[in-house]
């Protein structure tokens, strides 16, 4: 069922408003990768180091999400389009007031970060690839979820029996078998860094 009848309400406080108060530029960084890489890990240690920084942002957590938001959607292929795609409206909300907004979702398909990056500005979603082997990610396997997946007691698990489609083309890559998670945030930082000084 759509929504009918409504209509979008712009506010008088505009997104540079927002930016100039906070003295930041609002961006999305959506960290990918399979289940175990180090998504959210990452993600939360680059939360503290920009709030170090006098940086304002707030980390949207997959497994958060879905205690609340997206408590009501399973793990099918639809029900995980419509996790994301309900996640990256609620990106979006956050990057309109002002917050460098941190996602940290497995978002196994490019068709639906894809259509999270064209409802944005130009330059304002970071997409980061959090690579980190099958094998790697099986051996962390902090929640047990690998090895429900290989006796079939979860179907449809992103590596294991449904696909993950890696980055084409994404702003960084981290490397997070290779790296630390404090290396892989400086390489974060690093980035971010450039990136405001163009």
Same mark, same amino acid.
């Given at each position: ?20 108060? +906070?003295?930041?530029? /609002?961006? =999305? $960084? ?9 998504? #959210? ?38 029900d995980r389009k419509e996790n994301i795609r309900r996640i990256g409206e609620v990106?979006? +909300?956050?990057?309109? /007031?002002? =917050? $460098? ?9 490019? #068709? ?14 970071i997409e980061v690839y959090v690579k980190c082997s099958l094998a790697e990610c099986e051996k962390r396997d902090v929640k047990g979820l690998y090895r429900k ?50």
């Open positions: 069922m759509k929504s009918t009848n409504t209509v979008w309400h712009q506010g008088q406080i505009t997104q540079p408003d927002r930016e100039k108060l +906070l003295n930041q530029k /609002a961006v =999305l $960084i959506w960290f990918t990768g399979l289940s175990g890489s180090g998504k #959210s890990t990452i993600a939360y240690a680059l939360e503290q180091e920009l709030h170090q920084l006098g940086k304002h942002c707030y980390v949207l957590d997959g497994d958060n999400i879905r205690h609340g938001l997206n408590g009501n959607l399973g793990f099918s292929q639809s990106a979006k +909300l956050f990057v309109d /007031a002002g =917050l $460098i907004t941190l996602s940290a979702f497995i978002s196994p398909f490019r #068709s639906d970060r894809n259509a999270i990056r064209s409802k944005l500005e130009e330059g304002r979603f997946a290989r006796k079939n007691e979860i179907i449809d698990f992103t590596g294991i029996s449904s696909p993950y489609e890696e980055p084409f083309d994404p702003e960084l890559i981290v490397e997070s078998d290779k790296l630390a998670v404090e290396e892989a945030v400086r390489k974060i930082i690093e980035f971010l860094k450039k990136k405001s000084n163009n």
